[in-house]
């Protein structure tokens, strides 16, 4: 079974950074890109960045550009979001999604899996 | 970017009788490959979501055949022939034809 499970949430305060993980199984991680997606509470959903199955090609969301820092290990089937100068406007709610293609054509028809998530609350 | 806007923000619907959810893009989601990639998803309280259409009308594994999706370059549509209680949640649609990716605001299924 294809699963994705986030970890690293927390709280934390305006300012201070926080890095988020998602472990993966049950598919070959290497063959496709991946995502991150976030909900505040009680919104709607927002992408937030993407990373294609090499780290070739990554892409942010205006809003994190310069602060969040998207990465892979796929020796380890793992997931990286280093969240640096958190605002209060970034709590939220951090799923991980996989996406069905690994390359340059990923984000088309992406998020077939996610994960749980994992709460990201800033607050001082 | 390209702005999703959903109609209506809340559908209180009669268990068995249809709903339909409007999206319209503020551009074209027709691609230089030629292909329309706008994907529908699907929240249950409580969970996290769930892709059920992609490409406009293509069925993820899994979905019931009662949910269809239609339409074309900037205006979609998202059925359910006939509603049923597992159905209740919010429904996004998501466009991935231009970067960044973005969702439209929801539309929140009750039953009446």
């Known amino acids: 079974e294809m699963q994705l499970v986030e970890s690293g949430g927390g709280l934390v305060q305006p300012g201070r950074s926080l890095r988020l993980s998602c472990a993966a199984s049950?598919?070959?991680?290497?063959?496709?890109?991946m995502h991150w997606v976030r909900q505040a509470p009680g919104k709607g959903l927002e992408w937030v960045s993407g990373?294609?199955?090499?780290?070739?090609?990554?892409g942010y969301v205006d809003s994190v550009k310069g602060r969040f820092t998207i990465s892979r290990d796929n020796a380890k089937n793992s997931l990286y979001l280093q969240m640096n100068s958190l605002r209060t406007e970034d709590t939220a709610l951090y799923y991980c999604?996989?996406?069905?293609?690994?390359?340059?054509?990923?984000?088309?028809?992406?998020?077939?899996?996610w994960g749980q998530g994992t709460m990201v609350t800033v607050s001082s | 970017d390209v702005v999703m806007t959903q109609s209506p923000l809340s559908l209180p619907v009669t268990l068995g009788q249809p709903a339909s959810i409007s999206c319209r893009s503020s551009?074209?989601?027709?691609?230089?490959?030629?292909?329309?990639?706008l994907n529908w998803f699907q929240q249950r309280p409580g969970q996290s979501p769930r892709r059920l259409i992609y490409?406009?009308?293509n069925r993820d594994s899994g979905v019931p055949d009662r949910f269809s999706g239609s339409g074309s370059g900037t205006d979609f549509t998202l059925k359910i022939i006939r509603v049923e209680a597992e159905d209740v949640g919010v429904y996004y649609c998501?466009?991935?034809?231009?970067?960044?990716?973005?969702f439209g605001g929801g539309t929140k299924v009750e039953i009446k």
């Open positions: 999604a996989k996406d069905p293609k690994g390359d340059t054509t990923m984000g088309r028809r992406p998020f077939d899996i």
């Open positions: 049950g598919f070959t991680f290497d063959d496709y890109a």
């Open positions: 990373i294609s199955w090499n780290s070739g090609y990554i």
């Open positions: 551009q074209s989601l027709v691609h230089s490959d030629g292909n329309t990639y």
């Open positions: 490409k406009v009308s």
């Open positions: 998501m466009q991935g034809t231009h970067w960044p990716l973005t």
